[in-house]
């Protein structure tokens, strides 16, 4: 996302890191936007940005946190962000393998970003 390459060992300065994040982060979220067709209330956007910071624009936009959000049902939205319909954890493995961490940051960015807005 973007055009600054990354070279290991180079040090970037705060202004060119925040730059370049804030690039980065405002491309991400126009191609979320895009695909759901409209602003979901500001919290719901901030969860679905994340999941679409940490797996990709594609996979968050043919999520089912994104289909429940264009349907406006908000709270299922939030939930499948950590956890599967079945109640298993959610978008937290890597080669095929639960990684406790990440199911730790879907449950953060569920709780503290996307049901911040408290829907029922």
Excluded: H
């Amino acid at each position: 996302v973007t055009d600054e390459p990354v070279i290991v060992g180079e040090y970037w300065s705060q202004e060119k890191c925040d730059r370049v994040m804030s690039v980065s982060l405002g491309r991400v979220q126009t191609k979320l936007l895009d695909c759901l067709g409209f602003l979901p209330p500001q919290t719901v956007f901030d969860g679905l940005s994340s999941l679409a910071w940490n797996v990709g624009y594609v996979k968050a936009c043919n999520s089912q946190s994104a289909k429940y959000a264009r349907q406006g049902k908000y709270k299922k939205a939030c939930d499948l962000l950590a956890t599967t319909f079945s109640g298993k954890p959610n978008w937290s493995y890597a080669s095929g393998q639960f990684i406790q961490g990440l199911y730790n940051r879907r449950q953060d960015n569920r709780d503290n970003l996307c049901l911040a807005g408290q829907y029922q």
